[in-house]
Each structure stands twice: as C-alpha cells, then as structure tokens.
C-alpha cells in the first residue's frame, strides 16, 4: 500500500516521470489508467473547492445597516451567519451577511441571490442532481452525481430535494405560458417554410402507482376496490409535411412536443391549447385528434377544436373487435373464430360499422350474452365518424396513436413505474413535467435559460 501511495503522490505532484517509473512495479495491470482518473478527479475537486471557496469569500453580501426587504419593508442587519453548502467540488462555507424585517419577519442573505444560492446545494450541483434525478431512482442518480464528481457531494434525499424544486420551477414557468396564452399575449414560435400540411394532437392517459393517501376513495380495479395509482394525462404534438411514398404518412423529424399532467381534462385542455398555439398549429392546413375512444378527449376536441378530423386509433379499435370474437369462441371452431375477426377487421378498414354488426346478428345469442355484445357494439356505433380508415388512409394521414402511447411509456413508466415505487402526486407530478419538457426540446423552461432549444422543424 506504501508503494501505491507513493504513485498517486507522484501523480498529484504532475512527476510524470517518476508516477510512471513507479507505478511499473507497483500497479497491477489494467488498474493504471483508472487510478490516473482517480487522481486527476481528486486534483480537480480540491482544486475546484479552493476556487469556489476563494469566489464567495469576495463579499459576504453587506450592503449597510438597513436594506430593503421584497415585502416593500425594511429589513435591518443582524450580524453574519455561516451556511455550509454542498457543491460538484465538495463542500464549501459562505459567510453571509443576515438581514431582518420587522413587518414580514422573515430573514434573509442577499448574498444569496447573487450567489444564486437556493437552500443548501449550489446551482451548479442542482442542475447535475435534477438532469438525474429526473432519469434515475434517486439512490442510483446520487452514486451517479458522485461518481462524476469523484466523490459523494449529495444524498438521495437532498437530491430528491433539488429534482423536485427544478421540477416545481420549470411547471410555474410552464403554467406561466398557459396564462400568457389566455391573455393572448403568448409569443409564437416562427413557422418553418410555408407551414405546417397536417398537425396531429394526439391524447392518452396512463397509470402512476401513489401512496394510499394520494388514494383515498378513488375506486379501482384490484380486488379490494381501492385505487392504488392516478391517472396521468399526456399530450403528444407532430406534424407531417404531406405523404411520404405510395401515401404512407412520414412525421417531420423532431417535431415531437409533450405535455404531462396530473390536472383533470379542463386544466389538461387549457395546457393542449398552449401548445397549440405556441406551435402555430391553428395555421394547419389540417388539424387531426387521435385518441383512445375516451370521452374526455372527444370532449375536449369537440368543444375546442370542431373544425378538427377525429380518429380513434386504429389499433384500439382491432383490439375491441378482438374482445368481441374472444366472447363468442365458445360456439366455434378457432379457425372460424379467426376468419369472423378477419372479416370485422376488414369490415373496420372499410369503416362499415353496419357490415360489422350484420356479422354478429349472424349468431343466436342468448339474451345475457347478446346484451354484453350489443354493448360492445356501441363502442363502433359511437365513433363510426371516427373509424373512416380507407379514407384516412387514402390522404396519407396517420391512423395510430403510438406517438402518445410511447410517451406514455417513455415520461411515465421508465420513471415512475419501477418495482416498489410509490409516488405522492406532490413528487412526481414535478419529475414529469421535466421529462416532457426535456423531451420536447425546452430545457430553458427547466433551466431558466433565455432561449428555447425546441427544433425549427417543430413548426417552430
């Protein structure tokens, strides 16, 4: 052990030749570069803690005996406060001059917001805890922070901390568009070219597991009854510059933008409108709603959105044809059961929603049975305006909602849906809402940086 110590002292003294010379007979082999990146991390986190040491040492935020105060009191000086705070270099201590106000009576550092301190972590380390807290299960995203750092700078529990404080920002700077655009002063992203062809609005909702307490008396599907998770609302936003080849719709590149929401439809509708706006998509040549068969989504596109083409997802739909034949393969053989699903599926191609009720009265059903079925009918008889696929499809226009499905799965699931996660809807509702913004290209309103990063062929 003397030996290896001797080599990482070389190293720290930058001895090149002598770290080489003695690492030769000391350093087992595959081990040299990786103690060279030991070294050099821990040379740069000493390095970089003396110089933030050194930077906030400048002033301790003194600015006389009496200052004023953000309530529009005065607040008076009351001595100099040490705060230990945690940085990408480890840790350092400010010392801060404290200030009082008598009509507020709440203190405060102005050195603070120089500093752009907020609680114990410098800006530096929220942003690397938020970019992985927003990933990763918080454990794993602090051994990941510290593993950059080259040493432990944060605990999950105060990068969990700063994750949802990013999260809670970025949702205000989010939900401060959506005023903006009911006041009409919204800025629009610039259009690209000539325009947008066809602009899709696609809407789902999915399943996050929550504490009992974010649960109570929701009724579920388990079988106590109880609800054990809360839906999420997600919109996915793309357009399509015409038909690509033999009419098969091809989405612009990077024309992806998402919202997330644990908002009912009213606030989800408001945020869908936002970005409908922002992404100039009421200049569309086309506007066009897929969606599961829910009622809240056509709910919202009616009234909203009237001028709008609805379709109900193509493959939702094969699946309900599926549930229907799956009721009646007790009184066939499979491979009649399979030729009824082919017919129906192609009945559905055609939107003959009237072929595919002929199809079913071809059964003698008994009274029970036939009501289960007739009720499954409705599903096609209610959207059949919806379900004009050979027409849809003759325009080159998409007829799924996997965009919407993937987010689902993508902002969600691989976040929130771990083995033994449970979630408050006040913690996760924060890490969702980066995520779509992450993913639609507007890490500024994570950030607060000035410029949006959202691709110009997002119709912006």
């Known amino acids: 052990m003397a030996g290896l110590a001797d080599v990482l002292a070389c190293l720290a003294g930058v001895e090149i030749a002598s770290f080489v ?10 081990r040299l570069l990786g103690l060279v990146e030991q070294a050099a991390l821990g040379a740069a986190g000493r390095f970089g803690q003396a110089l933030i040491q ?30 230990t705070i945690a940085t990408m270099s480890g840790p350092v201590e400010v010392c801060r001059a404290w200030y009082h106000c008598r009509v507020c009576r709440h203190g405060f550092a102005p050195v603070d917001t120089v500093l752009g301190l907020s609680g114990k972590v410098s800006p530096g380390l929220v942003r690397a805890a938020s970019m992985a807290g927003m990933e990763l299960p918080f454990a794993k995203a602090a051994d990941l922070v510290g593993a950059v750092a080259g040493t432990r700078v944060i605990s999950a529990s105060g990068l969990a901390r700063s994750t949802r404080r990013t999260g809670v920002r970025a949702k205000a700077r989010a939900d401060g568009e959506r005023d903006a655009t009911d006041a ?3 800025v629009q992203l610039p259009l690209p ?4 062809d066809v602009a899709y609005m696609l809407a789902d909702g999915t399943g996050a597991p929550m504490v009992p307490a974010d649960t109570v008396g929701r009724q579920g599907k388990s079988e106590d009854g109880r609800s054990h998770t809360r839906e999420v609302k997600i919109g996915a936003l793309f357009t399509q510059t015409g038909p690509g080849k033999d009419t098969k719709p091809v989405r612009d590149k990077d024309s992806n933008s998402y919202i997330a929401t644990f908002d009912d439809a009213t606030s989800f509708a408001k945020q869908l409108k936002t970005e409908h706006v922002r ?26 959105w009237p001028q709008a083409v609805q379709i109900v997802d193509y493959y939702h739909a094969c ?16 491979q009649h059961g399979d ?26 059903l008994k009274p029970k049975l036939a009501a289960r079925i007739d009720k499954a009918l409705d599903y096609f008889r209610h959207n059949a305006h919806r379900m004009q696929y050979n027409h849809y499809k003759a325009k080159g226009w998409f007829i799924g909602s996997g965009q919407v499905e993937s987010a689902c799965k993508t ?3 691989q976040r929130a849906k771990q083995s033994g996660m449970r979630w408050t809807i006040a913690g996760l509702d924060p890490i969702i809402t980066m995520r779509a913004l992450h993913q639609s290209g507007r890490d500024h309103l994570i950030w607060d940086q000035n410029q949006s990063k959202t691709p110009t062929s997002q119709a912006a």
């Open 193 to 196: 070219g000539l325009g947008i």
């Open 21 to 30: 010379a003695a690492a030769s007979g000391v350093v087992d082999p595959g």
């Open 184 to 186: 009409g002063v919204i």
């Open 319 to 334: 699946e309900h044809v599926h549930g229907i034949v799956d009721q009646l393969r007790f009184m066939m053989s499979k």
């Open 279 to 304: 992404r100039g998509f009421y200049r569309a040549k086309q506007l066009i709603i897929i969606g599961d068969g829910a009622k809240w989504i056509w709910t919202i596109a009616d009234r909203d």
């Open 54 to 83: 050194q930077t906030i040492a400048l002033t301790d935020g003194y600015a006389g005996p009496v200052v004023d105060c953000r309530c529009g009191g005065r607040a008076v000086f009351k001595g100099r406060r040490v705060k």
């Open 339 to 364: 030729q009824l699903a082919a017919q129906m599926i192609t009945c559905l191609d055609r939107g003959d929603i009237t072929g595919m009720t002929a199809l079913i009265n071809q059964f003698h």
């Open 411 to 413: 902002i969600v699931a």
